[in-house]
């Protein structure tokens, strides 16, 4: 989740050491660029409306207040894209709690209901990303899929 060596660079993988460390961040490049109007729209967000862009379920969800606890690194990037990192090492797929919406999953298009606890896969390179189906960005998501 971030591109510099950190202050222990002996302790992290660096960017430059390894071609498989490369071509996954050209492909998070890639997605990133394709995200950029979506990116825009989060910081006119954030400089007229003061609304960060990461954001806690309970920012848009009062109810995920409750889940709290055991959901806290989930979060939201802008309204529409919520995301759910994967925090274990080894792990391929990864349980989400998904608030009470109509949820895609990013990488297979898979519908979900919210307000449910789905488990999703999650290989190295497609970490648990889903937006709402009711999104006015759902085009653009798509076509990341």
């Known amino acids: ?73 989930q979060y939201l990037y802008g309204r529409d894209l919520l995301v759910a990192p994967v925090l274990k090492p080894g792990k391929r797929s990864w349980r989400v709690r998904l608030p009470d919406d109509s949820w895609i999953h990013l990488w297979t298009g898979k519908a979900y209901k919210g307000d449910i606890i789905a488990r999703v896969e999650a290989p190295l390179g497609q970490p648990p990303v889903f937006y709402r189906a009711e999104s006015k960005w759902k085009n653009l998501f798509e076509t990341l899929k």
Request: hydrophobic content about 35%.
């Open 1 to 73: 989740m971030r591109s510099h060596e950190g202050n222990r660079p002996y302790r992290n993988v660096q960017i430059s050491e390894d071609d498989t460390v490369i071509s996954h961040l050209a492909k998070m490049v890639d997605v990133f660029m394709v995200l950029k109007p979506y990116h825009q729209e989060i910081s006119a967000e954030y400089q007229n409306k003061g609304y960060p862009s990461m954001r806690i379920l309970p920012f848009h969800y009062a109810a995920e207040t409750k889940h709290l606890p055991k959901w806290q690194y």
